[in-house]
Structures are given as structure tokens and as C-alpha cells.
């Protein structure tokens, strides 16, 4: 019945959101295959902007959408949203037609891109991924493709937020990898002065386990001076989606 919109969703982060996946195929295309993907290995990686599914299908779904509270139209799904050159026009149309406020979900690879600067400047909230503080470890958890640079990344993302009017955040997925750079992590986050940082552990499906409940209060003990929301801590709302297989299919099995 809907082929690129899923939930709407109860988001720890973000209230109810309905998601909207501009790549829609069946193998999942991503810059990164991170080891803690709650969607499987990456089929397809690319760093490649181009159309994915038509913008007029995309919207005549949204068109369809029964009457539901939503908080945000959230750009997320099977892989990297900003690898979709349609992101704009359809975030633009949301927020004129259906007066929505739209989120961006990123994995920060195609910030380098003057081209996807520009068309996330649209979004109401845009939230980076930002899992390491060096190279051999952001290798190590996202697996990064194109020869991609995490420093040249944050260099971007620095960038991007001078000009940037919307709500700026940061997301950081810990696992054990990462848990040594916490402390590193921190101290970008400082400089980068996100609105709010969301800290995150792989709670759904997953390659690797999440941190413990005591390392997760190590994690949030280094992050105490900076606005933070930790996945343990936030309160959801409760929501139906519209199609339940739809939503499994690109959040994992438990919503
Ligand atoms: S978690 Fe996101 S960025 Fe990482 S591989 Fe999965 S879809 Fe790509």
C-alpha cells in the first residue's frame, strides 16, 4: 500500500515520526555498512547522488497518509537519504502543503558535498552521525566506501553549522569499539555545539552488542556538560503505524 513512507513511529528522539525512504529498493545503499546496522549488510555501496524513486510517487503517497498526528517527516530508511537527489524538493513541498516540520537522519558522509549542504539547509532538524574520533576506528564501525575521511567530514559538518538556522544535532552510536573514544567524541561535540547530542547503543537487531547499562552511565558521565538525550532515559509516545511490515522493514524488528 505505501511503498516509501513507514509508522508513523514513536522516536526517542524525534516524537512521532513518520519516516519517508527516498532509496526504497530492496538491497540497502549506503556509504557505510556499520557494524551495528539494524537493517543488515549493505547491498549496494555508493556515494553516488542520483534519483532513486520519482518525486511525484513519493509525494502522491503522502497525499494518501489518513489523518495522523505527526512531529516530524523524518528522512530516514534503507541507506543514506542524501544520496537522493529529490530530498529537497519533496522536504520543500512538506513544508509548504502539509505545513511539517522534516528531519534529516545522515551518516554525515556527503557533507564534503556543496550540493547536499545546500539542500539540507531546508530541513527543520538535521541530526550527523558522528561514531569516532579517528580514522582507524571510524573505519573499524562504519566501514566507510569512496575513500571518505572523518576528519574532512567534521571539517563540513563545522561548516555547514555557522550557516545552518534549523536545529543542529548529533548522533553517536556506542558500542565496545568506540567506548575508548568517548572522551574524543566529547570534545568534537564541544567544538561543534550541537542543540543536542543523541546517545545511542544498538538496543535493536545488531551485528554487535550494546554497552551495558554501566558503560552506558560511563558514557554519559563524559558527556554531562553538553545537551544530551540518551536512549535509556527517553520517554516515547505511543503510536500505530500504518503499515507494520512497511516499518520492520526499515527500523529492524523491534519498534
Ligand atoms: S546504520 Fe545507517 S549509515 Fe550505517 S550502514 Fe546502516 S543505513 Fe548506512
Sequence with gaps: MYRYIYGPVSSWRFGV???????????????FDCVYCQIGKTGLFS????????????????K????????????SGRGEP???????DIALW????????????????????????EDIMVMDLVSFKIDAATQKTFEKINTPCCGIELDKIIEAIGKFRKNYRGIFTIQIMFVEENLKEAHEIASICRK???DIVYLNTPLRDSRVPPLTVEQFRTVEEVFRDIPHLSVFGAKKKKVEPISLADTIKRRGEKL
Design 47 to 62: 556515494c553516488e547522488r542520483k534519483m532513486f524513486v520519482s518525486t511525484e510517487d513519493v509525494i502522491e503517497e503522502i
Design 17 to 31: 515520526s513518520l519516516g519517508i525512504d527516498l532509496l526504497s529498493q530492496e538491497k540497502k545503499i549506503c556509504s
Design 82 to 88: 542524501t544520496l537522493a537527489k529529490n530530498l529537497k
Design 94 to 117: 512538506i513544508k509548504r502543503e502539509k505545513k511539517g516540520k522534516c528531519a534529516l537522519l545522515t551518516n554525515s558522509s556527503t557533507i564534503t558535498d556543496i550540493s547536499v549542504q
Design 192 to 194: 561543534l555545539k550541537p
Design 64 to 75: 494518501r497518509l489518513p489523518e495522523v498526528e505527526i512531529d516530524y517527516y523524518t528522512f
